[in-house]
């Protein structure tokens, strides 16, 4: 091959190289805003969401009732069920002040940046109660092994409650608020706070219904600044 071949060859693979350069550059302008946008979008911190629980406890004897719960929740960003899950254990009661509830429970989240998450959890939740003039105290310990895919971590949450009996429109309900904290051995912090305000009722001696506002702060689940209105039906079978 000449010299001046070498140098036509070495112009057409330079032409072909900036050829392909041009049309990378021009199909990535021309892609839709909208498509560069969500690529580039952080995952939204805030959420507004909708919670459901059912509690279920049958009695075994005076001291050992069996409990059954399942919640569902909704995410206004998702636009559809975020998460579910259904829990069963016991309730050892000892001298009317202190509970004690080893459970297992199984759920699964969905979010719009990956597949569904599932979790299997052993917990032990002490809780101690008292009163105080008109009011409930309750304060509930929980430690948790939680085994999130093939992720391991324990979890510690402590949620203190009062509650009081109030009338309100001929009609005898209670008024309450709680707040729970949450420490993790993976981030090896305190990372989320939640506080709810609410108010409850006895439909019948067997089953009880509370609704309330809730607010959660975290500083490490994505969506986990959170807004929630919610419903809790408690009955005994």
Known sequence: MTVENRVKS???KS???LLAEVILVAAFVCLPESIL???QEPRPR???QGWADLYASHPLNQGIDFQISGGLRYGDDQGHLIYHRISSGFAF??????????????SVSDTI????????????AITTATSWKHWEISDRNSGERRFVESAR???YRNRVELRRPVTALHKQISVFVWDEVFYSSTPNKWYRNRIALGAGRKLSNRISVDVYYLRQNDG?????DLNTLGISIKTRF
């Open 10 to 12: 070495q112009l057409i």
């Open 15 to 17: 032409r072909r190289r």
């Open 37 to 39: 946008c969500r690529a």
């Open 46 to 48: 805030h959420d507004f």
């Open 93 to 106: 009661h000892w001298h009317r002040f202190i509970t004690i509830e080893p459970y297992y429970l199984h």
């Open 113 to 124: 940046f990956g597949p569904q998450t599932s979790e299997n959890r052993l917990a032990l």
């Open 153 to 155: 971590d324990w979890r």
């Open 220 to 224: 490490i689940t994505r969506p986990g």
